[in-house]
């Protein structure tokens, strides 16, 4: 499976894990390393993608809470060089999946990260392949060779709800 069908996964996992209320609460993905904060209950699934020029399994986190869609999507890319082109290519693969633009990437911070220059939270726009407007906000980043995604999905998002998600992040 290639990257791209990432979208697929976490539609697929909103399906299944709806809520129409925000509902915060600490999860921690098994098998992540990472501790998040979702608005809903989120379910998780696995796939085998290409990334950085290697198949890795990739494991969503994801949910629906009102108007919104909140993943944290993980890999261990296994070697150290893969780490700052898998980065790229999730950022990438972002802006391709809504056919869109992204505003300049901004510095990302989160708690127990490994700096790396390729580590960012990006703010996109673009439409969904039903042609309505979409709007995403994605941070990138890793620990070691995990690298994560971190994406909060909607027609319109709300600020506040995105920072509580994106802001909360942190890895053990």
Known sequence: MKLPAFAAIVAGLVAQACTPALDWREVRPEGSGAVALFPCKPSS?????ALAG??????VT???AGSMTFGLAFADVVDPGRVGPALAE????????????AEPPRPLNVSGMTPN?????????GRRPDGAAVE????????????????VLASSLDREVVDTFLDALKLE
Do not use: D, W
């Not at 999730?90 to 633009?101: H, I, K, Q, Y």
């Open 117 to 125: 220059p390729a580590a960012a939270r990006i703010r996109l726009s």
């Open 136 to 151: 995403e906000e994605i941070a990138v980043f890793a620990k070691g060779t995990r690298i994560y995604q971190a994406t």
């Open 45 to 49: 699934h696995a796939r085998m993608v």
């Open 62 to 64: 994801a949910c629906r």
């Open 90 to 101: 999730l950022t990438e693969s972002a802006v391709e999946n809504l056919s869109g633009r």
């Open 54 to 59: 290697s198949g890795v399994r990739l494991t």
